[in-house]
Nanobody, 119 residues
Framework: QVQLVESGGGLVQSGGSLRLSCAASGSISSINTMGWYRQAPGKQRELVAQILSGVTTNYADSVKGRFTISRDNAKNTVDLQMNSLKPEDTGVYYC?????????????WGQGTQVTVSS
């Protein structure tokens, strides 16, 4: 079992910045990915950014150049620095850890943190 605790959401004006943080604890496999997803009202949850155990990252096209994901493997934390925020970035942001197990990738989710960007 993996526990994920998120922090850092809030209300910000368009063009502003926020930093999300997620601390993971519990059974984390040596092969894993950490990332952030978001879900806007009436829309499906989508990948925002993902980082593998090393430095390989993956970003949604809509956030490239504005968001930066980073992780601290020693502390099992993953952060998302969000700059130049837009109203369309509004949504609930979920921390995600994918553990590699013999059965395949297993998803673990945080409780979500609200990000609201006003125009």
């Amino acid at each position: 079992q993996v526990q994920l605790v998120e922090s850092g959401g809030g209300l910000v004006q368009s063009g502003g910045s926020l930093r999300l943080s997620c601390a993971a604890s519990g059974s984390i496999s040596s092969i894993n990915t950490m990332g952030w997803y978001r879900q806007a009202p009436g829309k499906q949850r989508e990948l925002v950014a993902q980082i593998l155990s090393g430095v390989t990252t993956n970003y949604a096209d809509s956030v490239k150049g504005r968001f930066t994901i980073s992780r601290d493997n020693a502390k099992n934390t993953v952060d998302l620095q969000m700059n130049s925020l837009k109203p369309e970035d509004t949504g609930v942001y979920y921390c995600n850890v994918k553990n590699w197990r013999s059965a395949g990738w297993i998803d673990n989710w945080g409780q979500g943190t609200q990000v609201t960007v006003s125009s």
